[in-house]
């Protein structure tokens, strides 16, 4: 057998392992979760999800990987104003993350190295565990406060359409702003007010380890209006965060990051919605870009009869700095939904990373499939 027949016949194996593996495992988790014994305080949540992507660089780089990861969480509110909540994650393989060498991920999701030594403090697998309590003004007015370990994307730069990795786009520039470099899965503490449809959101962490293997603290704020119209409901914010000064410039020293984003995303009546992000860093301290621009729309699938599915189309262009000129994404997915629990997507990437050095560019398309339960 030729070795390229070798390599596919071992690609659709590994691609049918992985399906049945899921598939195995949605069983299991979706028969047993009516044997638990949940009450109005206590409650036990999880999202099981696989993809396999192949990438085709250039015309001759071929190829594939898949992954999987499974993220349990767990909520305990003794009142209706106080919570008590954990996340665990875990993973089998790092997808196309670990092979590729483009800059940005194909897949935004926490693979198994993502789940270890989180942060460089030697803790594996616990993402989140915290506490908040939520003080209530009146009747549209809240308070809420958090503390713990914590993930600054539960709190900001959030999109409607373009802030899940396992039931929206994959690609990282189109989750969240890679711009903002918004950490995760660390000490920290935030606060949320709410006046009617305005949000003023701070928070603040300790982050473990950057990529200069030092410690830094992170502070972000975001002010943001949810506005309902009759196109639809649509959320309108602008996020500012920085960093204390513990990361390296191109001569050594240390150096503060400093950030600013906005992020709209509109309803445009039942079938359509769009969103966009515009992000600016100062480049003081060695960084790989410095602005970005992104958006695209939502179809749902209203228009052919199954209105939980949808479309995403999405671009994002992101401007290098030091040894990138840019970087550009487009993605495409198409989700349906199976059931309750289940959903599978197909997803086509467009990625192309151009340097302003001698090393070539990367230039390639990546196809994918993507299986996600969550209850």
């Known amino acids: 057998m030729k070795p390229s027949m070798q390599k596919e016949r071992l690609m ?68 209706g104003k106080d919570e008590f909540f954990a996340k665990f994650g875990f993973a089998a393989g790092n997808g196309l993350n670990g092979a590729t060498q483009f800059k940005l991920a194909p897949w935004g999701a926490d693979l198994e190295d993502a789940v270890k030594d989180i942060n460089g403090r030697n803790r594996d697998y616990l993402l989140t565990a915290w506490y908040n309590h939520t003080f209530e003004f009146g009747e549209n007015n809240a308070l809420g406060l958090t503390g713990g370990i914590i993930d600054s994307t539960a709190y900001v730069d959030l999109n409607a359409f ?6 929206q786009f994959m690609n990282a520039a189109l989750v969240n702003d890679p711009i903002g470099f918004f950490p995760s899965y660390d000490i920290g503490g935030a606060a949320e007010l709410e006046i009617g449809n305005w949000s003023i959101t701070f928070l603040g962490m300790n982050v473990g380890e950057n990529d200069d293997g030092n410690n830094y603290n992170y502070a972000a704020g975001q002010i943001a209006y949810r506005v309902n ?137 990546i196809a994918g499939v993507r299986l996600t339960t969550e209850f």
């Open 162 to 167: 373009a802030n899940n990795e396992y039931t």
């Open 229 to 365: 119209t009759s196109l639809g409901e649509g959320n309108y914010g602008l996020v500012v965060d920085g960093t204390s000064k513990d990361f390296l410039d191109e001569d050594g020293n240390a150096e503060r990051r400093l950030a600013a984003s906005v992020s709209f995303d509109q309803e445009l009546g039942d079938i359509f919605g769009a969103w966009i992000r515009v992000g600016w860093q100062d480049d003081r301290a060695v960084i790989d870009y410095d602005y970005l621009l992104s958006g695209g729309l939502d179809i749902t699938g209203k228009w052919y009869g199954r209105e939980e599915d949808n479309i995403g189309i999405g671009f994002a262009y992101l401007n290098g700095e030091y040894e990138f000129d840019y970087t550009q994404v487009a993605e495409i997915y198409w989700r349906f939904v199976l059931d309750d629990y289940v959903a599978a997507a197909v997803d086509f990437q467009y990625m192309k990373d151009k340097y302003d050095t001698d090393e070539d560019d990367l230039d390639g398309i």
């Open 12 to 79: 659709k194996m590994n691609l049918f392992r992985l399906i049945g593996f899921i598939g195995f495992g949605w069983v299991i988790f979706i028969s047993n979760s009516y044997a638990y014994d949940i009450t109005d305080k206590f409650s036990i949540g999880a999202i099981l999800a696989g993809a396999y992507q192949n990438q085709w660089v250039d015309g001759d780089d071929n190829t594939g990987r898949g992954a999987i990861p499974f993220q349990p969480r767990f909520s305990f509110r003794p009142t």
